[in-house]
Nanobody, 127 residues
């Protein structure tokens, strides 16, 4: 099992930027697909972006493509989500997650493919 801790959330005006970080420990970080999910009140937890174990492949939800960038630094056991041009509809709790198996594909959108989760960090975008 890997332990994940998110940071970097906060309150920002529409059009602004935030950078989320996810620090990992306890398992070989570089061996698994990592992802960012978000959950708004009353809604399901949805994939935002995912990145392959080496960082060479990424996946983005259509709603964030071109505005968000996912990256990882395996030497630091850390994953990032750079969020630009934020919109009020980006408001949610953001979670980082590590895949259950090394065979999980980077373009998976299923939360059930991820077995380790952080506690979440709140992102609020005001209009």
């Amino acid at each position: 099992q890997v332990q994940l801790v998110e940071s970097g959330g906060g309150l920002v005006q529409a059009g602004g930027s935030l950078r989320l970080s996810c620090a990992a420990s306890g398992r070989t970080f570089s061996s698994y697909v990592m992802g960012w999910f978000r959950q708004a009140p009353g809604k399901e937890r949805d994939i935002v972006a995912a990145i392959s174990y080496g960082g060479g492949s990424t996946y983005y939800a259509g709603s964030v493509k071109g505005r968000f960038t996912i990256s990882r630094d395996n030497a630091k056991n850390t994953m990032y989500l750079q969020m630009n041009s934020l919109k009020p509809e980006d408001t949610a709790v953001y979670y980082c997650a590590a895949s259950k198996y090394a065979s999980v594909k980077v373009n998976t959108t299923r939360p059930s493919d991820f077995g380790s989760w952080g506690q979440g960090t709140q992102v609020t975008v005001s209009s």
